[in-house]
T-cell receptor
Framework: DADVTQTPRNRITKTGKRIMLECSQTKGHDRMYWYRQDPGLGLRLIYYSFDVKDINKGEISDGYSVSRQAQAKFSLSLESAIPNQTALYFC???????????FGPGTRLLVL | GESVGLHLPTLSVQEGDNSIINCAYSNSASDYFIWYKQESGKGPQFIIDIRSNMDKRQGQRVTVLLNKTVKHLSLQIAATQPGDSAVYFCAENSGYQKVTFGTGTKLQVIP
């Protein structure tokens, strides 16, 4: 969905490195989310934000941090990457909790 | 714990036939369900949704059926086309801060 963009689209990094994944949206939504997707598993929520001043942990927040720089921007950081953080990461937005979410194209991350 | 799952991991259908993708959910408190389509290399895209006060909802070539008695959700795609090839998964909203996604079914359309 062109309304939600993610950078980079692909990233290879080494164990212990700090990396940041960025997400921008033009849908004007207040709510933003970060998910990871692994083979054989459903999307799992890492962090979510209801507005610029609101940040909440999801079910798998350990090892991750986020920053909501503006209504349109929500970044995900891995402070010290480890191999089991290798996954496909998606950013999403919505008008309200639990309602239809609009996803970005994803970032494929490989941690060596 | 509560979970959303799919019966068939892979479904192959002939072009022009109808496709049915199933989803079982276990949380009777879920009140809103969404089907997403995920094409290779792309993020999930909304297809159709349904609320728990409905049994059926139709879109363009797609129909979602909800059977609350057996906690079952299905997505029907009419006249399946090659462009329908993708992974489909359901999501359920069981309340505040609780949205659960299924693992997905891969639909392969045979020309």
């Amino acid at each position: 969905d062109a309304d939600v963009t993610q950078t980079p689209r692909n990233r290879i990094t080494k164990t212990g490195k700090r990396i940041m994944l960025e997400c921008s949206q033009t849908k004007g939504h207040d709510r933003m989310y970060w998910y990871r997707q692994d083979p054989g598993l459903g999307l799992r929520l890492i962090y979510y934000s209801f507005d610029v001043k609101d940040i909440n942990k999801g079910e798998i927040s350990d090892g991750y941090s986020v920053s909501r720089q503006a209504q349109a921007k929500f970044s995900l950081s891995l402070e010290s990457a480890i191999p089991n953080q290798t996954a496909l990461y998606f950013c999403a937005t919505s008008d309200s909790w639990g309602e239809t979410q609009y996803f970005g194209p994803g970032t494929r991350l490989l941690v060596l | 714990g509560e979970s959303v799952g799919l019966h068939l991991p892979t479904l192959s259908v002939q072009e022009g036939d109808n496709s049915i993708i199933n989803c079982a959910y276990s949380n009777s408190a879920s009140d809103y369900f969404i089907w997403y389509k995920q094409e290779s290399g792309k993020g999930p895209q909304f297809i159709i949704d349904i609320r728990s006060n409905m049994d059926k909802r139709q879109g363009q070539r797609v129909t979602v059926l909800l059977n609350k008695t057996v906690k079952h959700l299905s997505l029907q795609i009419a006249a399946t086309q090659p462009g329908d090839s993708a992974v489909y998964f359901c999501a359920e909203n069981s309340g505040y801060q609780k949205v659960t996604f299924g693992t997905g079914t891969k639909l392969q359309v045979i020309p």
